[in-house]
């Protein structure tokens, strides 16, 4: 299990459906070591942190195993970096990842926190407003990473996981508690969910 690249953006302004849209989806690969601190990498940003970005919404991690089906299975010409992930990983089941395992990547220590639901950007950066529904329905979401300890990575990096929790819900089991009162239910389990998790667990 390593980091295959780490990605970053700025915030930039894109012309979409006849309006001004800011958003800093478009990633690119970085040489070098990053420092990860605070709740972002250095040289990174989100447009709307009410949204982006944030403690639980830190560092976004998606798979090349995903990316895989992406370009076998719909023909998607994938690159490191193309769904705004900030780590590019390889060798890491991200969809049955454990909601709040944790991983030491570089010098520093990350967290599972939950799976992205994809706005209307992804949309933008695909250049298909339909392609937000898609991505869901594939199920293959990546990961947000909370920062538990501030460090560095760099392309190469290992990922070593040191911890699991024993409740035993996975980030795909969170993106079903939105349709399965059974696994809404199970969320109860897991500590130091999001607030929007919350509501889905206590509904």
């Known amino acids: ?26 990633k690119h690969p970085v040489e070098g070591r990053v420092a990860i601190r605070g709740v972002n990498l250095d040289g990174d940003d989100q447009a709307d942190r009410e949204v982006h970005g944030g ?23 994938t690159a490191p970096g193309l769904f705004g992930e900030n780590l590019t990983v390889e060798g890491i089941d ?8 944790r991983w030491e990547v570089g010098s520093t220590l990350l967290e599972v926190a939950q799976p992205r ?23 293959r979401m990546g990961a947000y990473l ?6 560095d990575v760099g392309a ?18 969170m993106v079903g508690a939105l349709h399965d009162r059974s696994k809404a239910h199970a969320l109860a389990r897991v500590r130091g969910l999001p607030a929007f998790w919350r509501r889905v667990a206590a509904r």
Not at 146 to 151: D, K, L, S, T
């Open 117 to 139: 639901l994809p706005c209307f950007k992804l949309g933008i950066r695909m250049g298909d407003p339909r392609f937000p529904k898609r991505f869901q329905a594939e199920g």
């Open 146 to 151: 909370r920062i538990v300890r501030e460090g």
């Open 156 to 173: 190469g990096d290992a990922i070593d996981i040191v911890s699991r929790p024993a409740h035993g819900v996975t980030l795909a089991d």
């Open 55 to 77: 403690p639980d919404k830190a560092v976004y991690a998606y798979a090349r195993e995903d990316y895989d089906v992406w370009r076998d299975r719909h023909a998607v010409d």
């Open 1 to 26: 299990m390593r980091v295959l690249s780490v990605n970053v953006g700025a915030i930039r302004e894109v012309h979409w459906r006849e309006e001004i849209v800011t958003t800093a989806i478009w």
């Open 94 to 101: 991200l969809v049955h990842a454990l909601v709040g395992e």
